[in-house]
């Protein structure tokens, strides 16, 4: 459940691997959101249903390379088990990355290759955002990256707009209008017509993105365990 200052009523949003995310205004009563819950139950079953007959299960497996579409790179993963360390760190040489240390701890594993995500998405796509804010004339106070597991980036009252570093996975297209929609939100912290308008001058082809950015999840590696 995540509640939202945004959300003007509840909302329920199945993820291709079976999460499920229902959104809710802000003060609404726990009993209002079981019901809501409990009425929608089948539709949820049937989106789980429907979705598991696309992507079947897939065991999981450290992966040995890793493309990210969104900057157009791909690079080589080299696990060096070191006994004695404490956890596991990583470095990035090129178009390889290393991790070094308890590499037979999958769960470290993953939380390193998180980390290096985080970083070549701070490097990555910072820029880009900053050129986008200039462009658009909608400034913003900072960029935080993030990993959460359900939405793509948000922009906050204090002006912090926070980007999913599962975006480096999806088409640059659609990390492009993802900017551009929470620049927006500088302006219109809502998503209101005028909201609209706004991104549509600046993306005339935000509907057709938004639906492919929604449907985008299944992008996201299965070893990452979000979705």
């Known amino acids: ?117 985080a970083a070549v998405a701070k490097d990555e796509l910072a820029p880009w955002l900053r050129k986008l804010s200039a462009t658009t004339g909608n400034a913003y106070r900072s960029m935080h990256v993030r990993g959460q597991r359900t939405c793509w980036g948000s922009h906050s009252q204090s002006g912090t707009i926070s980007i999913n570093y599962c975006l480096l996975f999806v088409a640059p297209e659609l990390v492009r209008y993802l900017m551009i929609h929470e620049l927006c939100h500088a302006r219109h912290m809502n998503h209101s017509r005028r909201f609209w308008a706004l991104v549509a001058r600046h993306e005339p082809d935000y509907r057709r993105l938004d639906r492919a950015l929604s449907d985008a999840w299944k992008e996201v590696p299965a070893w990452l365990g979000f979705y």
Do not use: N
């Open 1 to 117: 459940m995540r509640e939202s200052s945004r959300a003007k009523r509840l909302s329920i949003r199945v993820f291709p691997r079976g999460g499920v995310e229902v959104v809710v205004p802000r003060r609404t009563r726990p009993a209002e959101v079981q019901a809501f819950v409990a009425e929608h139950r089948d539709w949820i079953a049937r989106s789980r249903a429907a979705f598991a007959e696309e992507h079947v299960p897939e065991p999981f497996a450290l992966p040995d390379r890793i493309a990210l579409s969104a900057i157009g790179r791909e690079f080589r993963v080299h696990y060096r088990r070191a006994d004695r360390a404490g956890a596991v760190r990583f470095r990035r040489i090129a178009d390889r990355v290393v991790l070094t240390g308890r590499t037979e701890d999958d769960r470290a594993c993953v939380a390193a290759l998180k980390r290096w995500l």
